[in-house]
């Protein structure tokens, strides 16, 4: 659960945002697979976040944007992780 303490209230509610949208669309479709692609993408955030190189490079992508009024670049984070 740290690594979900560890989100900036933002994402936190992105991550309820996203759990009500995959539990409303298998509620209404009865089909699983929302809910089985929406747990994957939670384990793998979940990984992530708990990946001090990755938590740095968001960290640091998002002071390197601070201001500029864009949004973070998830391959742009990948690639930082890679170098």
């Known amino acids: 659960m740290a690594a979900i303490d560890g989100l900036a209230p933002t994402e ?3 991550l309820l945002r996203s759990t009500y949208r995959a539990t409303l669309a298998f509620q209404r479709t009865k ?6 692609h929406f747990a994957n993408n939670l384990f793998a955030t979940i990984r992530l976040r708990g990946n001090p190189d990755y938590v740095e490079a968001v960290r640091s992508a998002s002071k390197d ?11 742009e984070v990948l690639n930082r992780l890679m170098e």
């Open 31 to 36: 089909n699983v697979d929302h809910l089985v």
């Open 65 to 75: 944007r601070a201001g500029a009024g864009e949004s973070l670049d998830i391959n």
């Open 12 to 14: 936190q509610r992105e």
